[in-house]
């Protein structure tokens, strides 16, 4: 008899319902970027009472913050192609280890920058755990699906980074500053634990390199026990590199759409980072109380939680391209509505929410369609570099509110600009769509 054609275990994954295998995977990524969340949002909460003890300056401080986000580039940056070269989860569970301990380690700094030198170690480990959690998450969910798991797992994120604020304020009070970042290590190093012996490595990847057949078996009778897979060969939709996973990604088949990934990671995390950074001064300085200016921004975080899981139902269902093209635009323009009605408090509110909806969601959205968009061989460093370059942007937003006000601008105009690298991120998801109508298909790979 002639032998049996290998099995395509991506088209495998697509055909099965959702499994109790796979909503463990969805949940155990769910906590990692919770865990991310929370350590990423915990220098802002105890940040005041650094500078009380040790007698700060605002621009004495300023390095602890930029050492985190200089931590979280590069984390991108590094984990990401070592995730491809060696699996994503020993890449994953080392990313959180690394980021547990030093959290941990600097709960005990004894200056500022021992302090700063650690939150950097601390953004290495946050920065290689949040691609790495999409990417597998990705790599493990029916395609019919995937939009919609990927972006409710990132609300983790969301998650932990409310939990932060609410844990801090009662922390600090009771057990001072240090107590923030002692939990901020203790959580993500007793999930390790449970990362080490539930969670499994990428099938996807165990074919692409060739692993043990055992291995795989093992893994795909959990997603489908019922599937008869005695004597099965396995294989994946795409030929294996042997280059560095980096320049797969300036491939002729996918260098355009790497470059408008790009484009959009950095212009979509600007306006997060600059709306997320100076939206209560803004509303600060339209005569609002700081309680209500807090409350404001906070429709911004809510929005971009609602927006995340809607956009991923959305996009499971439409183009998904033209799903986020849509939303980016609508950020715009709901982003420039804030400016026309900041000082009327519910509309302000609701402005704020729907900005947040479109544009934070979307940019959730534009992680889950990345890694849909790269290949095996270069999936985890493809959404690694991108968050890396959206990084970039980040740092532009943060910096890039101070010159905005310095401009003199009235509310109205001011808004209007920042909605502009929202339209910009629109019109990048957009021209992504034509590219991958363009792009031919992948052979199989044994």
């Known amino acids: ?60 401080l300023a390095p602890l913050f930029g050492a985190g986000l200089g931590g ?21 569970v080392l990313s959180v280890l690394c980021f547990g301990a030093a959290s ?36 493990f969910c029916p395609e019919k699906r995937r939009s919609f798991l990927v972006t409710t797992m990132f609300c983790g994120f969301t998650l932990g980074s409310a939990l932060g604020g609410l844990a801090s304020a009662g922390l600090i009070d009771a057990f001072g500053w240090r107590s923030v970042l002692v939990a901020g290590g203790v959580l993500p190093l007793g999930l390790v634990l449970a990362l080490v012996w539930l969670l499994p490595e990428s099938v996807r990847y165990l074919v692409m390199t060739g692993k043990s057949r055992e291995s795989i078996v093992a893994t795909l009778r959990k997603i489908a026990p019922h599937e008869d897979l ?27 759409g790497t470059l408008l990934f790009w484009l ?10 600059l709306l997320s950074s100076w939206l209560p001064t803004l509303l600060r300085g339209t005569g609002h109380s700081l309680r209500t200016a807090a409350l404001v921004t906070t429709m911004f975080q809510v929005g971009g939680t609602v927006g995340a899981i809607a956009l991923g139902w959305l996009m499971d269902r439409f183009n998904p391209h033209h799903v986020l093209a849509t ?24 402005a704020v929410f729907v900005a947040g909806f479109c544009i934070s969601g979307s940019q959730v959205g534009a992680n889950a369609l990345s890694a849909s968009f790269y ?17 970039m942007g980040s740092v532009v937003g943060s910096v890039g509110g101070a010159t905005m006000l310095s401009m003199g601008l009235g509310m109205p105009a001011l808004f209007a600009w920042i909605g502009v690298p929202a ?21 199989l790979a044994v």
């Not at 590069?74 to 070269?85: N, Q």
């Not at 994946?236 to 355009?256: C, G, K």
């Not at 900041?342 to 509110?349: L, M, R």
């Open 1 to 60: 008899m002639p032998a049996s054609p290998p099995l395509n275990v991506t088209a495998f994954i697509d055909r099965q319902p959702l499994s109790a295998f796979q909503v463990t995977i969805v949940v155990l990524c769910f906590l990692i970027v919770a865990v991310d969340g929370f350590d990423t949002a915990a220098i802002g909460f105890i940040a005041p009472a650094i500078r009380a003890e040790w007698q700060l300056t605002p621009a004495q």
């Open 72 to 92: 979280l580039m590069a984390g991108a940056f590094l984990f990401g192609p070592l995730a491809d070269r060696f699996g994503r989860k020993a890449v994953l």
């Open 104 to 139: 941990l380690a600097s709960a005990w700094s004894p200056d500022l920058w021992t302090l700063v030198l650690l939150r950097f170690v601390t953004g290495l480990g946050l920065g290689g755990a949040m691609p790495n959690a999409i990417t597998l998450t990705s790599e």
């Open 230 to 256: 005695r004597g099965a060969t396995f294989a994946v939709s795409e030929q294996r590199a042997t280059t560095s996973p980096v320049w797969h990604l300036f491939r002729p088949e996918l260098l355009r």
């Open 264 to 273: 959009t990671f950095f212009m979509s995390l600007l306006v997060i980072y």
């Open 327 to 350: 939303s980016y635009a609508l950020a715009a323009l709901g982003i420039a509505a804030v400016g026309s009605v900041a000082a009327e408090p519910v509309a302000a509110g609701v």
């Open 375 to 391: 290949p095996t061989d270069c999936r985890a460093t493809g959404v690694s570099w991108a968050n890396g370059v959206g990084r």
């Open 423 to 443: 339209l910009i991120a629109g019109l990048s998801m957009f021209s992504l769509g034509v590219v991958r109508r363009e792009r031919p298909q992948p052979r």
